[in-house]
């Protein structure tokens, strides 16, 4: 049974403060339910309009009306299942040799296909500052594909953060050396910064090297490529060589 | 003034079959609607919340009020403008050397971002399978950022175009070259298949080549790339060469 008090609290889980009040977040879909068993986040409950195929019996499973599902999920049409999880609170990392480092970013849809992309390539962990959206939002969670699962997502006070690391910090800037001819090094943390502003001043200061990625159409009007699409074409190009 | 009626009209332009009716389609905000005199793209009436700074006095203008302004525009933000311009009937094309070709791709936004992609690349043509989403949709629109001023967009009968080109037809497929040893043909339609089928089986016949993006992550749980990704990913590699 799904009671109004549990709809009211899983209703309220699209917002950072109730995910943090009662420690969770939701997981959509049994494909990618499926994947949480091979990953750090625990499940706490799952409510799905089909029987219960999951096969641990460790979990709480409850089966609920087509009608019950629309009230809880986040997706506009929704899927089979919904997962209850609970948040993993981390806060020690260790730099691995190639790292996403996240300056801002603030568009769930970005978050949710850079984290996508760090899992195609085999990048193991992001390092975000602390107002990068939260990867626990419902957007993020459903962007990735299942990729959450599957690399690290830590958020940090950047500037403390790039002080210490000894990666070398590698950020865009229209006036950096052209991505075709840039040597990567061995261990790096690629710098990506907002959607509108780019990376903060303070961040800036701790890049050791500058990169572009060079436009081909001739016209001026045209866009700067959107922050997930430079991502895709950047790592492309590092994981050339 | 904007009439009930012009209203009306101007709601209906977010389906295909009134845009083909009126002629019609919109463009939204001042910084593309400034690009259209530079494009084939004719300007029937602007409606804008500011004082007329368009400097054409050929084009009909009038100021509205925000609420108007809500009321015409498919953003869920509107920006300044609203143009109303008319549709390009496109029938007769040559051949580019270096094309893309779109099989049936249905999401707005993923059309919206290939076009981008192509202007970025200064890829000057995409050719489109009769059911590939129209790009007048006002999401496609909003999605190219301007760019679908500067790119030459046509739909065609797909299997009698590629009977006749000259081009090489490369396409992808898991089991395609690796795009990093893949020597670029001089004359190419880069084709990509709908986002959840792929390309059509009597598309493929006509591929000359296949090319695979490498996934370095290794879990096989994780998804293809995104249709618009990938293509971000494979024309940031042939463009390096």
Redesign the interface.
Same mark, same amino acid.
């Not at 990625?213 to 016209?219: C, E, L, T, V």
């Given at each position: 049974m799904l009671t109004a008090h549990t709809i009211k609290i899983l209703q309220s889980l699209d917002k950072k403060k109730f995910r943090q009040k009662y420690n969770l977040f939701l997981v959509e879909g049994n494909k990618t339910i499926l994947?949480l068993p091979n990953s750090n986040f625990k499940i706490k409950e799952i409510f799905s309009t089909e029987p219960n195929n999951f096969l641990s019996k460790d979990v709480q499973f409850t089966q609920i009306t087509e009608n019950e599902l629309k009230k809880i999920s986040f997706l506009q049409n929704p899927k089979d299942s919904v997962a209850v999880c609970e948040l993993v609170e981390k806060s020690e990392f260790i730099d691995k040799d190639f790292q996403l480092v996240l300056d801002g970013i603030q568009d769930p849809g970005n978050l949710g296909?850079i984290i %996508? $992309?760090a899992?195609? #390539?085999? &990048?193991e962990q992001i390092i975000c500052s602390e107002d990068t959206v939260d990867f626990y939002n419902p957007k993020v969670i459903q962007a990735t594909?299942?990729?959450f699962t599957?690399v690290n997502i830590v958020y940090c006070n950047l500037v403390e953060y790039l002080s210490k690391t000894e990666n070398i910090n590698v950020g865009t800037d229209m006036e950096g050396e052209n991505i075709?001819h840039f040597e990567k090094p061995r261990k790096i943390n690629l710098i990506l910064g907002n959607e509108g502003n780019g990376m903060r001043d303070e961040t800036e200061k701790f890049l050791h090297k500058k990169i572009s &990625?060079? %436009? #081909?159409?001739?016209?001026k009007?045209?866009?700067s $490529?959107?922050v997930?699409?430079a991502a895709? &074409? &950047? $790592?492309?190009?590092m #994981?050339?060589k």
């Open positions: 994947e296909t %996508r $992309l899992d195609w #390539f085999g &990048i594909m299942g990729s599957r075709y &990625i060079p %436009r #081909f159409g001739k016209s009007s045209t866009e $490529l959107n997930s699409m895709g &074409i &950047i $790592l492309g190009q #994981f050339s």
